[in-house]
């Protein structure tokens, strides 16, 4: 007999452009889970509602988001992709989970604490209530395995809690669900200003988007900052000459960005080369992925199809849960 696969959840908000943090910290891990487990993937349309998008623009979000998941390598016939709002399970296992949520642990959530300090003027009961619908697409689909970066921690911790108090009250229904990566750590894509790491958010020319044209790539990293002690061999490398190189690890021939290195320690590095160098190998990583998301995002018929049957495959397995989640409630009548 086949032994059941694990299930994996983790879904990606609708907000601004995937850049390449996204693929190396997020996409390229689901990838490969996609062989391994049994993967529900899906877009966090019900989440970007807590900074208000414009009705307008969610739509194209959503399918741009899915397409180039999909233009990344993730299989439909091999992951179950879906958008959070056509599961309406999922909103009312929410509002039973918020009976098991106290108020007091939502105000002490960082995050919730930093919506605050960064948008005052917006601190609707979504944000408040975030971790509880981020447990609640966990739990929905009876995740076990779930991966996530180190700043989605404690939501993931709050997501076992939450199992635990219902689990406790009710009766033995959720997994807790536990952190995975391949390997002990995350790739980290620093941002081309030297400041951190690539954000959907932050300085547009310090990232690099799955969408960018080529001038546009090419543009970035000729900018990108190089800040150097050279003059004296054997100096450190600085931050930002490590940025690149680490960059060149991951889109550049193996010699490459050993070369560089190498450069850099006799002081013979050219910064013009290693820039001009990695902007074309760049180019040609990221030009296939934007040129197949562009053309999955113009065969409209074909990204409906794809929501429709995600949707379908995840509303089943989470009408199970629900179903067997009000039956212990006891609010199953009939």
């Known amino acids: 007999m086949a032994t059941e696969k694990e299930i994996v959840v983790s879904g990606i908000r609708p907000t601004g452009y995937l850049h390449l943090g996204n693929y190396f910290g997020a996409i390229r891990n689901f990838i490969r889970m996609q062989e391994d487990f049994n993967c529900y993937f899906f877009v966090a349309d019900w989440h970007s509602l807590t900074t208000h998008p414009d009705p307008k623009d969610l739509r194209g979000n959503v399918e741009r988001v899915l397409a180039e998941n999909i233009a990344s390598g993730l299989d439909p016939e091999k ?154 061999i054997g100096s450190p490398m600085p931050e930002s000459v490590s940025n690149l190189i680490d960059l060149m690890k991951l889109v550049s021939a193996p010699d490459v960005a050993t070369f560089y290195t190498a450069a850099w320690d006799d002081q013979t590095i050219r910064f013009g080369d290693m820039k001009k160098q990695l902007g074309e190998d760049m180019v040609k990583f990221i030009a296939p992925i934007r040129e197949k998301a562009k053309a999955l995002q113009q065969d409209h018929a074909y990204m409906q199809r794809i929501m429709k049957e995600g949707a379908e495959k995840a509303r089943e397995n989470a009408s199970k849960t629900l179903n067997e989640a009000k039956k212990l409630i006891g609010i199953k009548y009939y």
């Not at 809690?161 to 790739?187: C, I, K, M, T, W």
């Open 79 to 232: 992951v179950v992709l879906y958008v959070q709002s056509d599961v309406p399970e999922i909103s009312e296992l929410y509002l039973l989970m918020n009976m098991l949520a106290y108020v007091g642990e939502l105000e002490k959530v960082p995050t919730f604490k930093d919506k605050v300090r960064l948008q005052p003027e917006n601190v609707n009961a979504g944000l408040l209530t975030y971790p509880v619908l981020m447990a609640t697409d966990i739990l929905i689909q009876r995740a076990v395995k779930v991966p996530v970066g180190k700043d989605q921690g404690q939501h993931l911790e709050m997501a076992r809690n939450f199992a635990q108090r219902f689990n406790h009250r009710y009766g033995n229904l959720f997994p807790e669900p536990e952190a995975f990566n391949y390997g002990d750590s995350l790739v980290r894509i620093p941002s081309l200003d030297g400041k951190g790491k690539m954000s959907k958010s932050e300085n547009e020319m310090a990232t690099l988007y799955l969408a960018d044209e080529d001038d546009k790539i090419l543009n970035k990293i000729k900018k990108a900052k190089t800040d150097s002690a050279t003059g004296v």
